[in-house]
């Protein structure tokens, strides 16, 4: 069998966040009867399916020489011994507190696709992140449209269970177990098809459907994208005029987001909101002193698979985050979370993709309010475009989806 990486790491990329049109089955069944199950009694059968998916994936890696060398590069390799290093001492530190296994193991699920993240790098780094990304967003559109159906038929029909949309039903949920899970989904589709030309009308509609689901994060996530869109077609002499009141837009698109109209909710005040209150009471009791404040005060304890699991407060100490910097914070400490930061910023320095301001400002947006790398399939596909921007040398910076003559003649022959 003659392994073509141009073919197969698309359909590869495809079948692993299709999956999760699987693994939620029992609980979308329930909500469209309108019973919100209990965390703790959730079926996690059909869920093994994105693992087993993305142990092909790692599995066709080692396959295919040319991704196999990659990963085995040197820099690479020590690159991960030094995650591996910090992250058994963390586990050993959360140990060492008197946690059960089972809680830093949680807290390890930020990992679990990172190797996705290495597989668009070395992809790029190979010159045909280009014609993978097109591909993969040419065969996410089918994706988008089984999406689209059951969140419109949802927003007419479906129990309020979550709230009420605009269109007159519940908040429509996909074929997640939440319509926040769904439209962080479906702004980052949007944020996918933005990178890639000729693909405006499925951006748009991946735009609305993060609007449909009411979900704050993701419209806030998905005006950022069409912000970043509207900024690059002005010239640059008049782009002043929509940068400088950016944080203007910012505050009015948080208030327009947590309206009741567009939430469906009447709790969804940002100046009432829960988050802040938690984040300070967390502060003021786990933290006990400096080694706290530098290597967390309790890996995994505020992981969502933990909540999900066994139920909230089920140990010591447990929490929602509900934010992707105080779970690292918690987690892994001051040297946790400041090691993220650098790591998004020699994104910014060393990439030469084009649209690395907008994937790494989506990541950081995404972060403030959400557990973004804790979340299936958001956290796949933002792993592989942030690998594959980080992957993207300068010296390739004119135009990194248009530079691949490959990639080229798959625009001129295949519709939008």
């Not at 790692?58 to 040319?66: C, D, G, Q, W």
């Not at 407060?313 to 914070?329: A, I, M, R, T, V």
């Amino acid at each position: 069998m003659q392994l073509r990486l141009e073919k197969d790491l698309p359909v590869l990329l495809f079948a692993l966040v299709s999956v999760s049109m699987l693994a939620s089955l029992p609980q979308v069944e329930s909500a469209w009867l309108g019973v919100k199950e209990v965390y703790g009694e959730q079926d996690f059968g059909l869920r093994i399916l994105r693992e087993l998916m993305l142990a092909v994936l790692i599995a066709y890696v080692f396959f295919e020489p040319r991704l196999r060398g990659g990963v085995l590069s040197t820099p690479v390799l020590a690159f991960f011994g030094v995650i591996a290093t910090y992250v058994l001492f963390e586990v050993g530190y959360a140990l060492h507190l008197d946690l059960p296994l089972v809680v830093p193991m949680a807290g390890l699920r930020v990992f679990e696709y990172l190797p996705v993240a290495l597989i668009g790098y070395v992809t790029s780094r190979l010159g045909k992140g280009a014609t993978v990304t097109y591909q993969f967003a040419h065969y996410l559109r089918y994706y988008v449209v089984v999406q689209a159906v059951l969140a419109i038929a949802q927003a007419l029909w479906a129990p309020p269970l979550f709230g009420v949309s605009f269109l007159g039903g519940g908040r429509p949920f996909g074929t997640f177990v939440s319509p926040n899970l769904f439209g962080a989904t479906m702004a980052t589709c949007a944020l996918l098809f933005s990178l890639v030309p000729s693909m405006r009308k499925w951006l748009v509609i991946s735009v609305f459907l993060a609007l449909l689901s009411g979900s704050r994060t993701a419209f806030i996530s998905a005006l950022l994208v069409v912000y970043f869109q509207l900024v690059a077609v002005l010239r640059p002499r008049d782009r002043w005029a929509v940068v400088m009141p950016a944080p203007i837009f910012a505050v009015a698109a948080l208030l327009l987001a947590s309206s009741p109209l567009l939430s469906g909710r009447d709790d969804a005040n940002p100046t009432e909101d829960g988050r802040i209150d938690l984040w300070r009471r967390v502060f003021s009791e786990q933290m006990h002193g400096p080694a706290d404040l530098l290597f967390g005060w309790g890996l995994g304890l505020s992981s969502n698979t933990i909540n999900i699991l066994y139920g909230a407060e089920h140990f010591k100490g447990q929490f929602d985050s509900d934010s992707l910097y105080l779970f690292l914070l918690n987690g892994y400490g001051l040297v946790g979370l400041l090691a993220y930061v650098f790591f998004l910023w020699t994104t910014i320095r060393r990439s030469g993709h084009t649209n690395k301001g907008l994937v790494v400002a989506f990541i950081i947006v995404a972060g403030l309010t959400f557990n973004l790398w804790e979340y299936f399939p958001q956290n796949a596909m933002l792993m592989f475009l942030w690998g594959t921007v980080l992957g993207t040398e300068k010296a390739s910076s004119s135009s990194p989806l248009q530079a691949n003559p490959s990639a080229s003649g798959l625009y001129s022959r295949r519709p939008s």
